[in-house]
Every structure is written in structure tokens, then in C-alpha cells.
């Protein structure tokens, strides 16, 4: 089943259940979803939408560090929730050890010797893990590998 169709089908048990939390995560991401159509002009792909789940789940990891901050108990529990409800609509994720053997394939296909390569590499690395690792995980096992 495509995500955009998983999404849906949350909506709707999370509304016949009665769950605040999983309706509004829900609407948050289909709501961004819908802004990129409107923005592109077209449907969104599987691996677009992939990625504004990724987009809203590093917001609430971001939104939990300053809840921290705040000493705001309550509010990192209830992001912690939706970070973790919001995780179930990705493919597994990759480990590290499975990262870097795609970064290490993607360096030998573009000949990378160096950091200045990082661009080719992350051009050559996205579209085999898109949706199965955030982009920071990505770029920081590429730079690991081509500063050894």
C-alpha cells in the first residue's frame, strides 16, 4: 500500500478511535503533503512524501530538544509519541554497519577520493536509501569514509 494511502487509512482509525494525538499528527503531514502538490503542481511520488514524514518527525526531534530547554516535561512526552507514531509510516531504517556499505558502494561507482567529492557521492547515495535514513546520517557516514 502506497504511504499517501497508509496515511488515510490512519486518519480515519485514529478519527473512529477517538486519538487527538494520531489525528492531529496525521493531518500535520497530510496537510504538508498537500502544500507540496499545490507547490509542484503535480502528485507527490512515494519517496516525496517519504520524505516530508522524514521532514515532520526531525521537526518534533527538534521541537523535543527545546521542550527540553524548557524543563516542558508534558510537551516532550506528547512529541515524543508523535515522533515514534510518525516512524511507523517508513520503511525500516537502515543500521550504520548497512549505511556505510552503501556509502561505500556509492564512493566506488562515482571514483570519489576525497571530501571535495562529497557532492557527487550524496547525488549517487540518496536515491538507494531515500526514506531508510534521515540525510544527516547519510552525509555524516559518506564524510567518515572519505576523510579515512
Known amino acids: ?10 486518519l480515519k482509525d485514529a478519527m473512529r478511535s477517538n486519538d487527538d494525538m494520531r489525528k492531529q499528527s496525521v493531518r500535520m503531514v ?3 503533503i498537500k502544500l507540496a502538490e499545490v507547490e ?38 506528547r512529541l515524543n509519541a508523535e515522533a515514534a ?4 509510516f517508513l520503511p525500516k ?4 554497519e548497512e549505511l556505510a556499505e ?15 567529492d562529497m557532492g557527487k557521492v550524496m547525488k549517487a547515495i540518496m536515491p ?8 544527516d546520517q547519510i552525509s555524516a557516514a559518506v564524510r567518515k569514509l572519505l576523510q579515512s
Open 1 to 10: 500500500m502506497e504511504t499517501r494511502q497508509t496515511l488515510d487509512k490512519a
Open 30 to 32: 497530510i496537510s504538508a
Open 40 to 77: 509542484k503542481g503535480t502528485k507527490l511520488d512515494d519517496a516525496a512524501i517519504l520524505a516530508i514524514v522524514q521532514k515532520e518527525i526531525k521537526s518534533r526531534h527538534e521541537a523535543i530538544q527545546d521542550a527540553q530547554k524548557a524543563n516542558r516535561a508534558d510537551l516532550e512526552e
Open 85 to 88: 507514531f510518525l516512524e511507523t
Open 93 to 96: 531504517q537502515l543500521s550504520a
Open 102 to 116: 552503501y556509502a561505500q558502494q556509492a564512493i566506488q561507482e562515482t571514483g570519489a577520493t576525497s571530501p571535495t
Open 128 to 135: 538507494k536509501v531515500q526514506g531508510r535514513a534521515a540525510g
